[in-house]
Structure formats: structure tokens, C-alpha cells
């Protein structure tokens, strides 16, 4: 009898079972399951629904990109099931049979490609419209090349840095009247810290001369040397927007930020990994020229920085005033000579008991960063004062 049964089981074919499949599976779609899903029979085979990870920063501020806002309850409920649907549907048609023809069809893999890639450009167009922030040049591959520099971006940059370094000192030391107060306190920070010890400076922002400007105050075995110049944030939308541009402002160690984009942006990531590696930072925390010079709520960006830096930087706060006379913001935009710049470098900020404080207490990290860039803002408010005191002295 076993015999019998294998025997006849060596008769089937195997079209023949994939056949008698197929006509169950259609039979049992009559039945049981809806006859068409926009004009095709579709079934998802194992599709599990994709839910997104929460986000690693679970409180956003008022910093961050309105993507990442938190919303009324009802409206995220709405939000979340609208979402929820948008990815099944995707999943039912990326995993599908379709059994108009009596056959059983697995997506190919360029389709699977073609709709991977439709998605991505949905998600990217959709994160550009909400953050509401233009990106008129694309600026994702310089990440990488100021994280690992090669031997050829070194030699390059050495010229780009020199160059500029030259004429900024001719700019701010001989063209103009330039008076630096407390300049040991830069110098004994830049040349002297501890080797692995990050530097961060920060400053106010009146002129787009004031970095590299200001630099022109330092010998020039420091302002001209690239292994020991400053790393600063520039915005995407003045320096970034051409790639000659780009290309003369990366090999200038400047670093791409977006204006816009929150604390969480790849610029703050890197200054922060710069600081890991001991290097020197400079941050503008009003985070635009403040052409009107108003007492402006610094940028928490800064906040980030030094707490999340594997190693306390240490912070050096500096005033100028009269930047905006050596180039000033309206056009044509040319630089002028024979006009006052006062420099006051002040006391370097000691957080580090502060800053460990937050962390032994563990709080919350849009507080933490909130208190740190509070004692920055406490430091400038009274450089500020002196400093616009001594530029006034020298009428």
C-alpha cells in the first residue's frame, strides 16, 4: 500500500501542486477576503507593520526642528494612526501576490528599489518641509571629509589657512586700530592647555568679519597654522551655497550649520566630536549676525556642546566691538581701514563642578543644557559691559 501511495505521488508534477494551490488560495479569497484592492487581488504575505523608534531625544525644546515638537495628544493620536496606514499600505504594495492570472508574483527587486527610493524622496521632501528650512546646496558629503581629513585636505587647507590668516592680521592689526585687553588669557588657552583638553571659545557676532577677524590678534604661528587654528560653525546659506564655496570654506575648518535645524544637527555632532579630540571649537551662540546688537537669547547649541564633551573644555568667552565698522552690514559690503576695535578676552568659565553636578543629579538634558548656556549668557552680559566701556574710553 505504501508503495501504491508513492508511486502515485511520483505522478504529480509539480505545476500541477502549485496549480491546485493557486485555486484554493483564489477560492478562498472569494470567500473570505475583499475581490479587489485597487483593481488587483492582492495579499500581503508576513508583512509586519514598521513602527518608528522613539526618538533618542524624548524632550525636545523650542530649539529643535518643529518635526520634532511635541504635540497636543489628539492630534499625535491622529497623526500616529495616519502614519500607521500610510505604512501599511506601502507594505501591502511593496509584498504582494497577484493573482489575476492564476499565478503567484513576488515583486521583483527593482521594484523594490524603484519603491524604497519614492519613499526616501517623500520622507526627505516632507522633513524639508517641515523643519521650513531651505538647503540651497547640498551639504551632506563635507561630514565626512572634516571628520576624517586626508593628507591631501591637510595640505590644502594649510594654504587656504595661511592665506586667510595673513590677511586677516593685515586687516585688523595694520589697516585698523585694534586694541586687544587680556590677550595672555586667549594665548595661555590656545597654546598652553593641558595636551586633550578641548577649547571652546565663544563670542559675539556683529560683523561676517568677525571669524575669521578676530583671529588676526594671534602670532602667526598660531593663526596660520591649521593643526592649531580654530574649528567654527558657518551657515549654510552665506558660505555653502556654490561648491567653490563650499570647498574654500571647509578647507577654512568651518563647519556647515542650519540655522534652523535644532541642537541635535550633524554641526553640533561634529564640534562636539572635535571637542573629544581635544581640538579648538569657536561658537557665535547668538546664532546670526545681530546686526541691531540686542541683548539676544544665546543658542543652546553651546549648552550641548561642553555637556555632552567626553572631556570639559575649557570655555573662554570673548567681546569685541567695532567689527562691524571694519565691515559693515550694509552694501556695498567693502572693508574699511583707520576705524577703532576694541577685543576683551575674559576670565575662562570653571564648569566643570557645575556641569558634573547636572550630571550626578541626572537632570534632564534640555535643562542641563538650558542652565549651561545661562552662565555663558550671565558672563557675556557682564564682559559686554566692560568691554563697551573700554571701546568708549578710547574716543
Known amino acids: 500500500m505504501l508503495m ?5 505521488l ?25 475581490r479587489s484592492i485597487y483593481g488587483q487581488h492582492v495579499y500581503k504575505l508576513g508583512a509586519r507593520l514598521y513602527v518608528q523608534a522613539p526618538e533618542a531625544r524624548p524632550m525636545p525644546d523650542d530649539r529643535s526642528p518643529p518635526g ?26 511593496s509584498l504582494h501576490i497577484n493573482l489575476s492570472s492564476h499565478s503567484i508574483r513576488q515583486s521583483t527587486e527593482k ?5 524604497e527610493s519614492r519613499s526616501q ?16 546646496y547640498p551639504i551632506d558629503w563635507i561630514f565626512p571629509r572634516l571628520r576624517n581629513p586626508s593628507t591631501l585636505w591637510f595640505i590644502t587647507s594649510q594654504v587656504v589657512i595661511t592665506l586667510v590668516g595673513l590677511i586677516s592680521k593685515i586687516i585688523l592689526v595694520l589697516m585698523n586700530k585694534t586694541k586687544v585687553h587680556n590677550k595672555e588669557r586667549l594665548m595661555k588657552a590656545v ?8 577649547l571652546v571659545t565663544v563670542s559675539n557676532h556683529y560683523s561676517c568679519f568677525d571669524d575669521p577677524g578676530i583671529w588676526g590678534i594671534l602670532p602667526i604661528r598660531y593663526a596660520c597654522n591649521t593643526f592649531r587654528i580654530r574649528w567654527s560653525m558657518a551657515a549654510h546659506d552665506i558660505c555653502f551655497t556654490k561648491k567653490m564655496h563650499a570647498m574654500f570654506f571647509m578647507y577654512g575648518k568651518c563647519i556647515p550649520v542650519v540655522r534652523g535645524h535644532g541642537v541635535y544637527q550633524e554641526a553640533i555632532n561634529l564640534c562636539i566630536e572635535k571637542c573629544a579630540l581635544g581640538h579648538w571649537v569657536h561658537i557665535f551662540p547668538e546664532g546670526k549676525v545681530n546686526m541691531e546688537k540686542e541683548d539676544l537669547r544665546l543658542k543652546w547649541g553651546v549648552g550641548r556642546i561642553i555637556y555632552e564633551s567626553p572631556r570639559m573644555p575649557i570655555i573662554v568667552p570673548l567681546w569685541h566691538e567695532g567689527m562691524d565698522n571694519v565691515l559693515p552690514n550694509v ?34 538634558e534640555p535643562v542641563a543644557r538650558k542652565l549651561i548656556t545661562d552662565k555663558i549668557q550671565d558672563a557675556f552680559r557682564a564682559l559686554r559691559s566692560e568691554t563697551e566701556r573700554l571701546h568708549g574710553e578710547r574716543a
Open 4 to 8: 501504491a501511495i508513492y508511486a502515485n
Open 191 to 198: 597654546a598652553k592647555r593641558p595636551k586633550g583638553i578641548p
Open 121 to 136: 524622496n517623500k520622507g526627505s521632501t516632507s522633513s524639508n518641509m517641515s523643519s521650513g528650512v531651505e538647503i540651497p
Open 111 to 115: 521594484e523594490l528599489k524603484e519603491q
Open 331 to 364: 552694501e556695498p559690503y567693502k572693508l574699511h581701514w583707520g576705524k577703532k576695535v576694541t577685543i576683551n578676552i575674559g576670565e575662562p568659565l570653571d564648569l566643570n563642578a557645575f556641569v558634573q553636578d547636572l550630571k550626578d543629579k541626572r537632570v534632564p
Open 10 to 34: 511520483r505522478r504529480i508534477r509539480p505545476d500541477q501542486v502549485n496549480l491546485t494551490a493557486t485555486r484554493s488560495l483564489w477560492h478562498w479569497h472569494r470567500q473570505h477576503l475583499p
Open 68 to 93: 520634532l515638537q511635541p504635540q497636543p495628544l489628539q492630534k499625535r493620536d491622529q497623526s500616529q494612526q495616519t502614519a500607521q496606514c500610510r505604512d501599511q499600505s506601502q507594505q501591502t504594495e
